[in-house]
């Protein structure tokens, strides 16, 4: 059995990205499980690892700018919505926030504080008609905390994917920076299919895995949606290629709940909460290839990556990559990954 440690490596700090390339689509590709030899390629080489009648699939949640200062001094940072109108947010002082207290934000806007979890933080209502457009307003993009920097004008831009359209995510699903529509355009091209489905991420993606045992971890919810005719598509692919392990996350949620697989071969249609935690011995039964960034030591994602193309090899990947000077995390390079034991030629 895996513990916390095995999914632990040497990585310089030089090598976090703080900020995007000049160009999307210029970053590097590395490229797992294709052959005996780690290849080095860029993001602008997927379309050649693609052939007709696969289905690219791609997380198209927009990120909120959902961090903003109340009160001129409390940074709070949104994670969750609820159901009745409210939203859990993080806030390093949020004891001294009781429930009840009124907090005014820079444009006037006031919310109230409803109450406090030791997990959650604060619940807060927004004191007005359209909460949306007062954080396009006020808020920040919620850049992860390792980049150690407040938010530049060119996040709003490059911290979201070109394709991005419903609003929910604390987090940007950051496979998909590296596409511009021009090489969306030679996916179809190449006589692949896009599928954008949507799984809001949340900012559960950065929490830290603090027990050593790993079944006493407790994954984050996240909601996610699969269309009826989207997982038709998705079921009619020679592979299914998800771009991000939110899609990927999602795709195996949906395999996991389909109740029905004579109809649904592999994918189920989906509109609801997932905590999947997949680490090795998870049996993949939707994602035949996987492209995503490099991930965290000792992160729920790196065990990801790690089940799907097999612990070894990543951490193969991972030490040539940080030979090869490979830019890391959310602003950095990517990987293609194949499964482990699939089917991959070309």
């Known amino acids: 059995m895996y513990t916390l440690s095995d999914f632990d490596f040497e990585l310089p700090s030089e090598l976090i990205a703080s ?3 000049e ?12 052959g005996p030899e780690i290849q080095d390629k860029h993001i602008r080489d997927f379309v050649a690892y693609l052939r007709p009648g696969d289905v690219v699939v791609f997380n198209n949640s927009r990120v909120i700018p959902a961090r903003f200062i109340a009160d001129g001094k409390h940074e709070i940072t949104l994670h969750t919505s609820t159901k009745d109108g409210c939203w859990w947010g993080l806030c390093k002082n949020f004891p001294k926030l009781k429930p009840g207290r009124i907090l005014k934000l820079s444009d006037g806007t006031e919310i109230k504080i409803v109450s ?36 530049e004008l060119s996040d709003r831009d490059r911290y979201q994917t070109v394709y991005a359209q419903p ?18 355009d030679a996916i179809r091209a190449r006589g692949a299919k896009i599928v954008n489905i949507t799984l809001h991420v949340g900012a559960g993606t950065w929490m830290p895995v603090k027990t050593e045992n790993l079944s006493e971890h407790k994954m984050h919810s996240e909601w996610g949606r699969i269309t009826e005719s989207q997982a038709e598509i998705i079921n009619n692919a020679t592979r299914v ?11 195996e949620s949906a395999a996991q709940y389909n109740k029905n697989p004579e109809k649904y071969r592999r994918v189920a249609p989906f509109c609801r ?16 290839v996987l492209l995503t960034n490099f991930h965290l030591p000792k992160s729920t994602l790196f ?17 040539h990559a940080v030979a090869e000077k490979y830019r890391f995390f959310s602003y950095g390079d990517c990987c293609l990954l194949f499964k482990q034991g699939g089917n991959n030629a070309i």
């Open 19 to 21: 900020r995007p390339l």
């Open 23 to 34: 160009n999307r689509d210029a970053s590097r590709m590395l490229v797992v499980n294709d």
């Open 116 to 151: 406090q979890h030791p997990d959650s933080g604060l619940k807060i209502k927004f004191l007005c008609d359209d909460p949306m457009a007062v954080l396009d307003k006020v808020g920040k993009m919620p850049l992860p905390p390792y980049m150690k920097r407040d938010e």
């Open 167 to 184: 609003l929910g995510s604390m987090a940007a699903p950051t496979a998909g920076l590296h596409f511009t529509t021009e090489l969306l």
């Open 241 to 251: 290629i998800a771009v991000g392990t939110t899609s990927m996350r999602l795709l």
């Open 273 to 288: 909460t997932t905590n999947i935690f997949i680490t090795p011995g998870y049996e993949f039964r939707a994602v035949d």
């Open 303 to 319: 065990m990801l990556v790690s089940a799907f193309a097999g612990l070894p090899e990543m951490k193969a990947a991972y030490s």
